[in-house]
């Protein structure tokens, strides 16, 4: 089960995006294929995988939105779970070029005009006649209020919907962002197999909109790690319709910035398996990066996650984990707690520290771990969970 994670039981509408949910792909029980409608004037800016793999999906959303990853001529997408057309090479790219033209030819534009999304099982094909029947019985129904069934229809090993809202007012005037995201194992920066898609009813100019979405993704999605493997499929769209008016203010980027921290944070929760939600806080760096990698060699530890699962004292594993780091600390300098009891001093025990008194800080279900290397005044900060059995059950029956 999730960490201390509900599902939202309400989403603001977006004025300018309609949205419908079918079953078509290969779920027996739930939605899995979702259409979002663009109304024009819309500005769409995109972060992808970094994954030498890229899924055909990936790789036609590049295409389309251009160079600077930003578009303000995209009218629709199509999301579906449960295949990740990845690894399907020419066919795939067929596929996915193919579902462009099927939902444009359905929205009353250009293929150019739409971008694909596919998450799933790797390395199986899209059935493409069931795919096609599915946009048909979307385009019927398209209506703004339907960001919960999305939610839902996005979905592979998640256990709970991801999603939020938030609203800001500018002169008088309401400005609303809602998110969604799906994504539970192979997660990890760059990117962090997960999906997430924003929207906003304010007018964001383009490059705003892309510059935005760059600084906001490292903070957030690029931010979290569940299992260490980054997906062929990641992707993280923000759209602004600019209904509600001006939104170039501080206050429409923090709320953004929140609602993308918020869905980051969800996804860790219902990590698979995971009955821990840990973030780890490096500070005192040189530099970012190397806040960055203690964070993150910590995170991904298969031997710190499986003492987080136990509440295994076994604070050695650390030490381990951030030598492994490398980067520019000297390790004599490092400390170390969780939650506010001490467990490191100058890279061995501090003197204070008591085992017992950690086991019972990592029996908890939140934790906090804090590195300090004691070289700068950088900092970085991760969220990650525990690696439990649940994650081996889930991964080993997969694809049955």
Request: one cysteine or more; hydrophobic letters at 40%; glycine letters at 10%.
């Amino acid at each position: 089960m999730a960490v201390n994670l509900s599902p939202p039981s309400v989403l603001e509408p977006i004025a300018g995006v309609r949205l419908a949910s079918t079953r078509a792909i290969k779920s027996k029980n739930r939605d899995d294929l979702t259409v979002l409608a663009i109304d024009a004037g819309a500005t769409v800016s995109g972060v992808f995988t970094q994954n030498r793999y890229p899924a055909p999906p990936v790789q036609v959303c590049r295409t389309h939105l251009g160079v600077d990853k930003t578009n303000g001529d995209i009218r629709g997408l199509a999301i579906n779970a449960g295949i990740a057309n990845a690894g399907t090479l020419g066919r795939g790219l067929h596929d996915a070029q193919e579902s462009c033209r099927l939902l444009a030819n359905l929205l009353g534009c250009e293929a150019r005009q739409i971008l694909p999304f596919s998450t799933g099982v790797i390395m199986e094909p899209l059935p493409m006649e069931n795919y096609a029947r599915g946009l048909q019985r979307c385009a019927g129904k398209l209506i703004h209020d339907n960001w919960l069934a999305a939610a839902s229809a996005i979905m592979t090993t998640d256990t709970v919907t991801k999603g939020i809202s938030r609203q800001v007012q500018i002169n008088g005037n309401t400005i609303t962002v809602t998110g969604i995201a799906k994504g539970s194992g192979m997660i990890h920066p760059n990117m962090a197999t997960m999906l997430a898609f924003v929207a906003t009813d304010a007018a964001i100019p383009a490059p705003l909109l892309a510059q935005w979405q760059r600084d906001i993704v490292d903070d957030t999605f690029n931010a979290i790690s569940v299992d260490g493997d980054t997906s062929t499929n990641d992707s993280f769209m923000l759209i602004a319709t600019g209904k509600a008016g001006d939104g170039n203010h501080t206050v429409v980027r923090d709320a953004i910035a929140g609602v993308c921290a918020h869905l980051a944070e969800c996804i860790v929760r219902d990590g698979e398996g995971a009955s821990k939600l840990v973030t780890i806080r490096v500070y005192g760096g040189s530099d970012k990066e190397t806040c960055l990698r203690v964070a993150r060699a910590v995170a991904c530890s298969p031997l710190v996650k499986t003492a987080l699962a136990a509440g295994d004292a076994n604070v050695g594993r650390f030490l381990m984990a951030i030598g492994n780091a490398g980067g520019n600390f000297v390790p004599d300098c490092v400390t170390m707690h969780v939650d506010s009891t001490p467990v490191l001093f100058n890279g061995g025990l501090h003197s204070e520290y008591c085992e017992e008194k950690t086991a019972a800080v990592l029996a908890m279900d939140e934790i906090m771990i804090v590195i300090g290397l004691g070289k700068g005044a950088y900092e970085a900060t991760l969220k990650t969970c525990d690696l439990t059995a649940r994650y081996i059950e889930i991964n080993a029956a997969y694809r049955s």
